[in-house]
């Protein structure tokens, strides 16, 4: 400890005993080397897990639970084509125009489940982190919806819009992956307002 002897109390410290011990202890044990890895590997956001492509890190994981995201991810694959009718009425998303080949659809998007690392983890610790701390106002999140396109490292063209009583859409500019949509869908990253349903719309 540096300057240990203002932190003795003045009742002891004209004791040789006390200040011997306290001296010895004080050689034997550095917290400074231990303080500042916990600063580095748990604290600090920034440094916390280690190498962004790692799947491993105790920091990140730590702060994963604070905000309350996982690292594990449903990324769904419903970019898939396939061949078939859909029913009347319904929107005929991912169907081919024509019957040309193509697997057949069985009503449930194919999803897989992946495990972040620690680059992206630590991305959505922070997406997750503003929402969390939002006041769900329309302008509130405009702000959250822009930061998080700089995040993943676009620019700001993204907005929310009432799309009907009780329900808004998220409306980015960008062509998302499916790693990005689902940190904003899977993980609840964005705000949704208590009652209010919400969309997310993409390039």
Known sequence: ?????????????????????????????????????FYNLIWNIDTAGGDDDSTIGYGLDVWGRI???????????????????????APAVGFHES????????????????????????????????????????PAINQVLKNIMTVFGYGDRAYVEITGTMEISYVVDYALTPIQEAMMQDANAMI??????????HL
């Open 1 to 37: 400890m540096i300057d240990l002897e203002q932190t003795i109390l003045s009742q002891y410290a004209n004791s040789p005993i006390l200040m011997a011990l306290v001296n010895n202890m004080n050689e034997y044990i550095d917290p400074r080397a231990n303080l500042e890895e």
């Open 99 to 138: 019957l040309s080949q193509g697997s057949f659809f069985n009503g449930t998007p194919i999803t897989e489940q992946i495990v972040m690392k620690n680059g992206d983890y630590r991305k959505l610790i922070y997406i997750k982190a503003l929402a969390n701390i939002s006041s769900c106002s329309i």
């Open 192 to 201: 949704n307002p208590v009652g209010v349903d919400s969309t997310l719309v």
């Open 67 to 89: 905000v309350g995201v996982s690292r594990t991810l449903h990324v769904s694959t419903a970019g898939e084509t396939y061949f078939g009718f859909s029913e009347y009425g």
